[in-house]
């Protein structure tokens, strides 16, 4: 039985993972254009600021019973096949399974010497040869890698604009509300941002980035889009390919979500299990329900996150909440949150100065949004307390307090 993966990026390790933890019987044939590394674009702006080095960004990958064959071409979801190219021929081959993770692409709407994106290894080595020849950088988009870009060049001895066509920074990701008070914090030092901007021509900089205009990238002649059991859709019958599978940034949705390693990762875990169920002789039985995992960024010396549920109940209160971290420290935890009448939490948005309280607050929101711990047992949680680290009642527990009374949920 052969399977061939296509794209060694988070989605593509993963599943060969899974699939040889689940010990399927099968042979593995890999395709990635970029050979037999990995790449870690989520790092990119940590080289750019040269918090690591720009080697780092890559790593080998073993190929311990797997077979490489090259870079992928073209698939015909019909036959099962991939044509490939491999030392400059072309060549195909036939497969039982087909895994796509081939990831995603920023658009760049005009060329120049000038412009840069910020996705491979070879957009780092750029990006840093031109640094020193520049006096003024451009970055278009105020998401989540424009706005970690931004941090990171700050360090250097230059001018730095962000453009955003809409009207806050992290448009996707944050309240609008809760997007203006980070941004009345953020020492701008300098760096000017332009909301409600279009570039629809060069500006006058001498370095230009692009962070947005995100397109997946697809081995066939359609986009690729799934079921809830991660099988690829046919878009001549919207019925599913019964043995292809994607996960990652390949897959288009009609709805914003973060394109994060974390659903990557669990949506190939999903593929690789139905792919056993089926070898089985059974249905696919694993689902991936579409939820924002917890989003966490570090920027201008706070960290920023995310998580939330994609379809929610109609009827839930939205509330804003400033939580202190530390007994003898004025910096606080600000926080917008969702919540249903039953007290489960539907969203968590955060920001704060100090180190891992967004994450922690997080990560324990979204251990309870998917397994239904409401606020009021949330508050009731034995956390960690020292005075040196956080105050008690710690912030997460005094969150839900605070919520469970103005909510009157008992």
């Given at each position: 039985?052969?399977?061939?993966?296509?794209?060694?990026?988070?989605?593509?390790?993963?599943?060969?993972?899974?699939?040889?933890?689940?010990?399927?019987?099968?042979?593995?044939?890999?395709?990635?254009?970029?050979?037999?590394?990995?790449?870690?674009?989520?790092?990119?702006?940590?080289?750019?600021?040269?918090?690591?080095?720009?080697?780092?960004?890559?790593?080998?990958?073993?190929?311990?019973?797997?077979?490489?064959?090259?870079?992928?071409?073209?698939?015909?979801?019909?036959?099962?096949?991939?044509?490939?190219?491999?030392?400059?021929?072309?060549?195909?081959?036939?497969?039982?399974?087909?895994?796509?993770?081939?990831?995603?692409?920023?658009?760049?709407?005009?060329?120049?010497?000038?412009?840069?994106?910020?996705?491979?290894?070879?957009?780092?080595?750029?990006?840093?040869?031109?640094?020193?020849?520049?006096?003024?950088?451009?970055?278009?988009?105020?998401?989540?890698?424009?706005?970690?870009?931004?941090?990171?060049?700050?360090?250097?001895?230059?001018?730095?604009?962000?453009?955003?066509?809409?009207?806050?920074?992290?448009?996707?990701?944050?309240?609008?509300?809760?997007?203006?008070?980070?941004?009345?914090?953020?020492?701008?030092?300098?760096?000017?941002?332009?909301?409600?901007?279009?570039?629809?021509?060069?500006?006058?900089?001498?370095?230009?980035?692009?962070?947005?205009?995100?397109?997946?990238?697809?081995?066939?002649?359609?986009?690729?889009?799934?079921?809830?059991?991660?099988?690829?859709?046919?878009?001549?019958?919207?019925?599913?390919?019964?043995?292809?599978?994607?996960?990652?940034?390949?897959?288009?949705?009609?709805?914003?979500?973060?394109?994060?390693?974390?659903?990557?990762?669990?949506?190939?875990?999903?593929?690789?299990?139905?792919?056993?169920?089926?070898?089985?002789?059974?249905?696919?039985?694993?689902?991936?329900?579409?939820?924002?995992?917890?989003?966490?960024?570090?920027?201008?010396?706070?960290e920023i996150g995310k998580t939330?549920?994609?379809?929610k109940p109609q009827n839930i209160?939205?509330?804003?909440?400033?939580?202190?971290?530390?007994?003898?420290?004025?910096?606080?935890?600000?926080?917008?949150?969702?919540?249903?009448?039953?007290?489960?939490?539907?969203?968590?948005?955060?920001?704060?100065?100090?180190?891992?309280?967004?994450?922690?607050?997080?990560?324990?929101?979204?251990?309870?949004?998917?397994?239904?711990?409401?606020?009021?047992?949330?508050?009731?949680?034995?956390?960690?307390?020292?005075?040196?680290?956080?105050?008690?009642?710690?912030?997460?527990?005094?969150?839900?307090?605070?919520?469970?009374?103005?909510?009157?949920?008992?």
């Amino acid at each position: 039985m052969r399977i061939g993966v296509i794209g060694l990026g988070t989605a593509g390790i993963t599943f060969i993972s899974e699939i040889r933890r689940l010990k399927v019987p099968c042979e593995i044939f890999l395709f990635e254009k970029r050979g037999l590394s990995v790449f870690h674009p989520c790092s990119i702006p940590e080289a750019i600021e040269g918090k690591i080095k720009t080697e780092q960004l890559i790593e080998p990958f073993g190929t311990y019973q797997i077979k490489f064959i090259g870079e992928a071409k073209h698939v015909d979801p019909y036959k099962l096949s991939v044509s490939y190219e491999k030392n400059g021929t072309m060549d195909q081959i036939e497969f039982d399974f087909l895994f796509i993770a081939t990831g995603g692409e920023i658009k760049i709407p005009y060329q120049s010497p000038k412009i840069f994106k910020a996705t491979k290894y070879e957009d780092v080595l750029n990006i840093k040869n031109n640094i020193p020849y520049s006096k003024r950088i451009g970055i278009v988009g105020a998401g989540i890698l424009g706005l970690e870009l931004a941090s990171a060049l700050c360090n250097y001895p230059i001018e730095i604009e962000v453009f955003e066509a809409k009207d806050q920074i992290l448009p996707d990701l944050l309240e609008k509300n809760l997007a203006e008070k980070l941004m009345q914090k953020i020492s701008l030092k300098n760096i000017k941002f332009h909301f409600g901007k279009f570039i629809n021509e060069p500006p006058d900089l001498d370095l230009l980035i692009f962070c947005t205009g995100f397109k997946p990238v697809s081995p066939m002649n359609f986009e690729i889009r799934v079921d809830d059991f991660m099988r690829v859709i046919d878009v001549s019958n919207q019925k599913p390919f019964e043995r292809i599978f994607a996960a990652g940034d390949c897959i288009s949705y009609d709805i914003k979500i973060p394109r994060v390693a974390p659903i990557a990762a669990e949506q190939a875990r999903v593929s690789a299990r139905n792919i056993k169920k089926i070898l089985e002789g059974k249905e696919p039985d694993e689902k991936y329900e579409l939820i924002i995992p917890p989003v966490l960024i570090k920027a201008f010396g706070y960290e920023i996150g995310k998580t939330a549920r994609i379809h929610k109940p109609q009827n839930i209160q939205k509330l804003s909440v400033e939580m202190k971290v530390l007994p003898f420290d004025d910096r606080k935890l600000s926080i917008f949150t969702e919540v249903d009448n039953s007290g489960l939490i539907q969203e968590i948005q955060a920001f704060c100065e100090l180190r891992s309280e967004v994450r922690h607050l997080l990560d324990i929101s979204y251990i309870s949004m998917k397994k239904k711990i409401s606020l009021s047992e949330i508050r009731r949680f034995e956390l960690s307390y020292q005075p040196e680290v956080c105050k008690f009642p710690d912030p997460i527990t005094s969150f839900a307090e605070f919520i469970t009374r103005r909510l009157n949920i008992l």
